[in-house]
């Protein structure tokens, strides 16, 4: 079993950035494919960006494609959510997730074994 606890959130205005964290303990992160996700008031949980376990492979949906980026240290046990451009909408609580029996996170939330209790991003215009 992992626990996960995300950290970096904060108030920034429109355009800013932010790197988000994620610490693991209590399993050694390079068994688990890893994945953020969003939530904003009122709106479904959304994928935001998933990492192989050796960090080679990621991918993003098209709303945050070429302005955030996932990244993982395995020796540090920690994975990272870069978050530039930042625009109101992508307001929310993010969550980092890890997945056991993929190599790749998945974009499906049910897929996740372990989450985070979440971090607060909220962007201002």
């Known amino acids: 079993q992992v626990q996960l606890v995300e950290s970096g959130g904060g108030l920034v205005q429109a355009g800013g950035s932010l790197r988000l964290s994620c610490a693991a303990s209590?399993?050694?992160?390079?068994?688990?494919?890893m994945g953020w996700f969003r939530q904003a008031p009122r709106k479904e949980r959304e994928f935001v960006a998933a990492?192989?376990?050796?960090?080679?492979?990621?991918y993003y949906p098209d709303s945050v494609k070429g302005r955030f980026t996932i990244s993982r240290d395995n020796a540090k046990n920690a994975v990272y959510l870069q978050m530039n451009s930042l625009k109101p909408e992508d307001t929310a609580v993010y969550y980092c997730?890890?997945?056991?029996?993929?190599?790749?996170?998945?974009?499906?939330?049910?897929?996740?074994?372990?989450w985070g209790k979440g971090t607060l991003v909220t962007v201002s215009s």
């Open positions: 990492i192989s376990r050796n960090g080679g492979s990621t």
């Open positions: 997730a890890a997945e056991k029996d993929d190599w790749l996170g998945s974009l499906y939330s049910y897929e996740y074994d372990y």
């Open positions: 209590g399993r050694t992160l390079s068994s688990y494919a």
